[in-house]
């Protein structure tokens, strides 16, 4: 979860056999560099059982899927840091603090956020 990206954004890699909408859209970084976008697509996914579209743009230059303001405005979300839980419309989620390579904190909505494959 990522308030401060305006838009929804995923790894290229996370989506293998999903067509893409042309995109003449630009991200930035928050260190000013642009990130490429192949287009986007409408995600169907489930966090803490919790089933949720949104529309997201594909990038091959970010390794995750970052819930941007966009999905957070649109499900009303509330952020409740003292008991560690995120409400998104009538939905509540528990959030897990983490460290990576010990110098960047996140908080992550769920241990496990499942994209499901299409059959």
């Known amino acids: ?7 929804s954004v995923i790894s290229r890699s996370l989506l293998l056999d999903v067509s893409l909408t042309h995109s ?15 287009g986007h697509t409408d995600l169907h996914f489930i966090v803490d059982g919790h089933k949720f579209v949104a529309n ?4 091959p230059a970010i390794d995750e899927f970052l819930l941007g303001s ?9 952020w409740d840091f003292a008991k560690d839980t995120i409400s998104l419309g009538d939905r509540l989620i ?21 994209v499901p494959r299409k059959h």
């Open 24 to 38: 003449r859209s630009i991200l930035s970084a928050a260190n000013k560099m642009d990130l490429p976008i192949l």
């Open 70 to 78: 966009d999905l957070l405005v649109k499900n009303d979300a509330k």
């Open 56 to 59: 997201v743009s594909v990038s």
């Open 94 to 114: 528990h959030a897990y603090w983490c460290t990576f390579d010990e110098v960047c904190r996140c908080i992550l909505m769920s241990e496990d956020c499942v």
């Open 1 to 7: 979860m990522d308030s401060g990206c305006e838009m």
